[in-house]
């Protein structure tokens, strides 16, 4: 069973910065995407980034510049350095791993992030103005 667990939220002001931890436990298939996505509650869930063991990654336009994702030294743990934060980041944030979606040709994208297979319980992060 995969499990994962984020760390790293918390409240900033606008243009502070955050970065997000998710080490992930169980069978980790090397073809698996991993990634994050963010989620209000009642509303959909939003792709934010993805990479692949290959060190390939995608970004929301949304985000790109000021978010990126990495690898951490420790098997199977990603990051997300958050820069610039502004309020409209304002939600909770998942770290995602799995099989891409077949939509889309099963590629590994930042919009395939909130359709993986297994995802944490998530890591809140607020922004004031």
């Known amino acids: 069973q995969v499990q994962l667990v984020e760390s790293g939220g918390g409240s900033v002001q606008a243009g502070g910065s955050l970065r997000l931890s998710c080490p992930a436990s169980?069978?980790?298939?090397?073809?698996?995407?991993m990634g994050w996505f963010r989620q209000d509650p009642g509303q959909e869930r939003e792709g934010v980034a993805v990479?692949?063991?290959?060190?390939?990654?995608s970004y929301a336009d949304y985000v790109k510049g000021r978010f990126t994702i990495s690898k951490g030294n420790v098997k199977n743990t990603r990051f997300l350095q958050m820069n610039s934060l502004q309020p409209e980041d304002i939600e909770m944030y998942h770290c995602?791993?799995?099989?891409?979606?077949?939509?889309?040709?099963?590629?590994?994208?930042?919009?395939?992030?909130?359709?993986?297979?297994?995802w944490g319980q998530g890591t809140q992060v607020t922004v004031s103005s």
């Open positions: 995602a791993v799995g099989s891409p979606p077949r939509v889309g040709g099963g590629l590994c994208f930042w919009w395939a992030a909130g359709m993986l297979n297994y």
């Open positions: 169980g069978y980790i298939d090397s073809s698996y995407c």
């Open positions: 990479i692949v063991s290959g060190g390939r990654s």
